[in-house]
């Protein structure tokens, strides 16, 4: 079995080989519908790197307003953390985007953490962001996926002291996902291009893994500007936007659109 860490990182070394970072796109299984996920995801595979296919939850705490509502159409129309273990199996049936899970701890404990891990190495996902589970608690969660050859790469906010962040990126599968802001997910205000390459600049002290920047992400000289500093972009709320209230192939459509132009503007 090919390690966690091996298989994740691996995602980023293709991008360096390829003198970019990584574009990665989240989305949430299910909004509005299945067939419109799997069509989304058929859409914008041949400019990402990778997929966050976020798994719906009744109380996303990190989650902005956009993605809230996004999760709420997918419970609504029926879709269960199954049913995005069937998304990600298509995906990778149909030669997609490799996925990493995005999923609250909550889902995966009521599903059962070994049960869910052995579903999802099964469906071809590299692993799991599970951004409630904190660094103190990571020992016993973190087993069951990791034993399973699934990533389980942490997070890192702004309000993170040097000492613990460090800690973080060494408890880290694959990459670092560093948050751009305090709150939750938004595309409403501008990133702090600064203050990113300042946080970026530090960790990458601290350790050799990947860092990825999310949260407020949405444009093509963001990308662009990130993208020269990090390793990997992460886009959330603005390509959720992007496809809101469009399903099946408009929706398709709509993502492609969005994508492709971010794609362009890592080079």
């Given at each position: 079995m090919i390690a966690a860490d091996d298989r994740l990182a691996g995602v980023f070394a293709a991008a360096r080989a390829e003198k970019r970072a990584a574009?990665?796109?989240?989305?949430?299984?299910?909004?509005?519908?299945?067939?419109?996920?799997?069509?989304?995801?058929?859409?914008?595979?041949?400019?990402?790197?990778?997929?966050?296919?976020?798994?719906?939850?009744?109380?996303?705490?990190?989650?902005g307003p956009t993605i809230a509502a996004a999760g709420q159409r997918a419970l609504t129309n029926g879709m269960t953390l199954d049913g995005a273990l069937a998304l990600a199996r298509g995906a990778r049936d149909r030669g997609n985007a490799p996925i990493l899970f995005f999923s609250y701890v909550n889902p995966i404990v009521q599903y059962g953490a070994?049960?869910?891990?052995?579903?999802?190495?099964?469906?071809?996902?590299?692993?799991?962001?599970?951004?409630?589970?904190?660094?103190?608690?990571l020992a016993t969660f973190a087993p069951a996926f990791r034993s399973e050859g699934l990533a389980v790469p942490l997070l890192v906010a702004p309000t993170t002291p040097p000492e613990r962040a460090g800690r973080i990126a060494a408890a880290s599968d694959g990459f670092v996902y560093i948050v751009s802001r305090l709150?939750?997910?938004?595309?409403?205000?501008?990133?702090?291009?600064?203050?990113?390459?300042?946080?970026?600049?530090?960790?990458?002290?601290?350790?050799?893994?990947?860092?990825?920047?999310?949260?407020?992400?949405?444009?093509q000289a963001h990308v662009a500007a990130i993208g020269a500093i990090a390793d990997g972009v992460i886009i959330g709320s603005a390509f959720v936007d992007a496809t809101a209230g469009l399903s099946g192939a408009d929706a398709a459509a709509a993502a492609r659109a969005y994508v492709a132009p971010l794609r362009a503007a890592l080079g």
């Open positions: 574009l990665i796109i989240y989305l949430v299984a299910g909004d509005p519908d299945a067939g419109t996920t799997a069509a989304v995801i058929d859409a914008i595979s041949p400019y990402v790197d990778l997929i966050e296919l976020g798994i719906p939850y009744g109380d996303p705490l990190a989650d070994e049960r869910f891990a052995a579903a999802a190495r099964e469906a071809g996902a590299l692993g799991a962001i599970v951004p409630d589970v904190p660094l103190e608690e709150g939750v997910t938004s595309a409403g205000r501008e990133p702090d291009i600064a203050w990113i390459r300042s946080s970026v600049e530090a960790l990458r002290a601290q350790t050799r893994r990947p860092l990825a920047v999310g949260f407020g992400i949405s444009t």
